[in-house]
């Protein structure tokens, strides 16, 4: 069955940088878009990113465009985001999530990230 498990999530303080990734399994990974949701407390899901199956053309929303950076390894089946200058509002649950939606159809369990000094 398809699984998607994120790592990399943590406290970093206003300005920092954290590297998250996604394991996929169950799928033709180099096959997929891939994406990268989150969950701010209290609020609704928002698209973050977005990357083709061949890691060539990559979509961003204009929150984070020009501060993070998706890519993949499709020989690892690895999904990344790197994210630099970060700031409070960035805190959230981030999500892996597979197809470029939505809808998705599979999701990872989230990996916490707050921005906080």
């Known amino acids: 069955q398809v699984q998607l498990v994120e790592s990399g999530g943590g406290l970093v303080q206003p300005g920092g940088s954290l590297r998250l990734s996604c394991a996929a399994s169950g799928f033709t990974f180099s096959s997929y878009y891939m994406s990268w949701v989150r969950q701010a407390p209290g609020k609704g899901l928002e698209w973050v990113s977005a990357?083709?199956?061949?890691?060539?053309?990559?979509y961003y929303a204009d929150s984070v465009k020009g501060r993070f950076t998706i890519s993949r390894d499709n020989a690892k089946n690895t999904l990344y985001l790197q994210m630099n200058s970060l700031k409070s509002e960035d805190t959230a649950v981030y999500y892996c999530?597979?197809?470029?939606?939505?809808?998705?159809?599979?999701w990872g369990q989230g990996t916490q990230v707050t921005v906080s000094s």
């Open positions: 990357i083709y199956s061949d890691g060539s053309n990559t």
């Open positions: 999530a597979k197809d470029f939606g939505p809808p998705y159809s599979a």
